[in-house]
T-cell receptor
Framework: QKEVEQNSGPLSVPEGAIASLNCTYSDRGSQSFFWYRQYSGKSPELIMSIYSNGDKEDGRFTAQLNKASQYVSLLIRDSQPSDSATYLCAVKDTDKLIFGTGTRLQVFP | ETGVTQTPRHLVMGMTNKKSLKCEQHLGHNAMYWYKQSAKKPLELMFVYSLEERVENNSVPSRFSPECPNSSHLFLHLHTLQPEDSALYLC???????????????FGEGSRLTVL
């Protein structure tokens, strides 16, 4: 059973801090990795994708991938209260996505 | 607005009822999906339609029956459901390339189903 693991949280950070969200996956052959954000009562939306080892930056968001350690993370710099949401890690397995349970992030003023 | 519209947004049904969930995508995508989201559980893929042909079933109980009449519309027909089927049902679409799913899904707002 291929799995994607995330700490359910909540992860609480003060406004302006860096939020670090982590994800591990079981299938060493996985090649594509995604972060989705889901606000309470809303549907998931894709915010980052990463395919190669290293960092990928997009505005305040940085995705980090380490295939050797089977680890992918999402850093949010200068966290804002509007970043408070559940962040879902997803890993592509052949032709379908396997999702983690999500980490709930709370950014307090 | 993601370009994927689901109706109804909320549905309450008894175990003997028959109802349907509807999904429509306005993105010109060629693949559509049904996912189930329950509390404390990962998103579960139920069905995938690529070019209107079902390509994934994932051992979903037969009380859930999908229908994809064209690339823009997707239905989930529900009958004799159980209380444990109460969940948020999410429709999604994507553009497949060379028979491979990119992983970039666009989700609808979901249909919150309660089975009494």
């Amino acid at each position: 059973q291929k799995e994607v693991e995330q700490n359910s949280g909540p992860l609480s950070v003060p406004e302006g801090a860096i939020a670090s969200l982590n994800c591990t996956y079981s299938d060493r052959g996985s090649q594509s990795f995604f972060w989705y954000r889901q606000y309470s009562g809303k549907s998931p939306e894709l915010i980052m994708s990463i395919y190669s080892n290293g960092d990928k930056e997009d505005g305040r968001f940085t995705a980090q991938l380490n295939k050797a350690s089977q680890y992918v993370s999402l850093l949010i710099r200068d966290s804002q209260p509007s970043d408070s949401a559940t962040y879902l890690c997803a890993v592509k397995d052949t032709d379908k996505l396997i999702f983690g349970t999500g980490t709930r992030l709370q950014v307090f003023p | 607005e993601t370009g994927v519209t689901q109706t109804p947004r909320h549905l309450v049904m008894g175990m003997t009822n028959k109802k349907s969930l509807k999904c429509e995508q306005h993105l010109g995508h060629n693949a559509m999906y049904w996912y189930k989201q329950s509390a404390k559980k990962p998103l579960e893929l139920m069905f995938v339609y690529s070019l209107e042909e079902r390509v994934e079933n994932n051992s979903v109980p037969s009380r859930f029956s999908p229908e994809c009449p064209n690339s823009s519309h997707l239905f989930l027909h529900l009958h004799t459901l159980q209380p444990e089927d109460s969940a948020l049902y999410l429709c999604a679409s994507s553009q497949e390339h060379q028979n491979a799913n990119t992983g970039e899904l666009f989700f609808g707002e979901g249909s919150r189903l309660t089975v009494l």
